[in-house]
């Protein structure tokens, strides 16, 4: 796909909400920029993780949202998968055959929360003892859990729009919520940041691993492609979530434990990574927050925290954890 070579067709592989479809746009503006000649077409993929309206937990996980997808480009059906890192499993190889030649430049990592549309409150602690929370997240449970042990999480899970309407009493009159956890980015991404009352700092919840990152796959053997997606490569973002994903696999986790990683580049260049590994309820946690001696190794600051996370019995965290 080179300013010589003839003007081709790229399908991108993407799932079928709004979101994913608005991050799809967001990605070809971003490929028009480097090649205007190139003619982009979005492929929707309906994913089974979009089909099942249950726990995904109990259905192979958030995997799900990736699987589908990663079978159609591995199939030639499409030529680019776009996938939101946070879902990409951490104990599952890439398919044969594929390659993920970017990472976009990460987008806002912080949480959220989100009110009904005629309340008041304006922060967590203008809840009511007891509030009732929206959110399928393990790892936003049990960190909103350590700060109120009041609060009753409830399990919503859905399309953002289709979230916010339940939360406002427009889809189930037997689903009552006080509040809601959603992602900052993904509000920015469709245009709903109006509805944000309170933004939880890292401090406060630490983001899951990989979040408000896009990833790009292509096949290892379409050059041009991979070439092409390479120039849209983020290397800081690429860096941070290298220590994050490694940390990850290092403790054996998936996209449903009760893990949170985030990994920041301080002006220094030294990178910083937090790591949480935590109960259902909040009450036990594993914790750690390193630096690393040689910011080019991110896989080594990964493996560190993992191994110093695991010392203080994570993998008991992890295995005996109980899913929403």
């Not at 790892?139 to 399309?159: F, K």
């Not at 009552?176 to 700092?201: C, I, K, P, W, Y």
């Amino acid at each position: 796909m080179s300013a010589d070579s003839p003007a081709r067709e790229l399908r991108i592989g993407t799932r079928t909400s709004p979101m994913a479809l608005a991050q799809t746009d967001h990605v070809t503006r971003l490929l028009h920029r480097l090649d205007p000649q190139l003619r982009t077409v979005t492929v929707p993929v309906q994913t089974e993780a979009d089909l099942w309206h249950g726990d995904l937990s109990g259905t192979g996980g958030k995997g799900l949202f990736v699987k589908a997808i990663d079978a159609q480009l591995q199939s030639g059906d499409i030529d680019l998968a776009l996938h939101c890192l946070k879902d990409v499993p951490g104990d599952v190889p890439l398919r044969a055959g594929l390659v993920v030649a970017a990472h976009l430049e990460r987008a806002d990592v912080r949480d959220v929360l989100v009110v009904p549309a005629h309340s008041a409150a304006r922060h967590l602690d203008d809840l009511p003892p007891g509030a009732r929370i929206g959110t399928a997240s393990v790892r936003r449970r049990a960190q909103l859990l350590r700060i109120r042990p009041d609060l009753r999480i409830v399990p919503v899970r859905g399309a953002v729009g289709t979230r916010l309407d339940l939360l406002d009493g427009k889809r189930d009159a037997h689903v009552e919520l006080d509040a809601m956890v959603l992602a900052s980015a993904g509000l920015a991404r469709l245009g709903l940041t109006h509805r944000v009352r309170q933004v939880f700092e890292v401090e406060e919840l630490l983001p899951a691993v990989g979040a408000g990152v896009l990833s790009l796959e292509c096949r290892r053997a379409d050059g041009d492609v991979a070439a092409l997606l390479e120039r849209l490569n983020h290397e800081p973002t690429l860096t941070e979530a290298t220590a994050e994903r490694v940390m990850l696999q290092g403790l054996r986790g998936h996209c449903n434990s009760p893990i949170a990683g985030y990994c920041v580049t301080g002006s220094d260049g030294r990178l910083s990574l937090r790591g949480l590994v935590f109960s259902p309820d909040g009450t036990a946690f594993a914790q750690v927050h390193l630096s690393s001696d040689a910011p080019h190794d991110p896989a080594a600051l990964g493996a560190h925290a993992a191994t110093e996370l695991l010392s203080q019995g994570a993998r008991s965290l992890i295995d005996t954890g109980t899913p929403l």
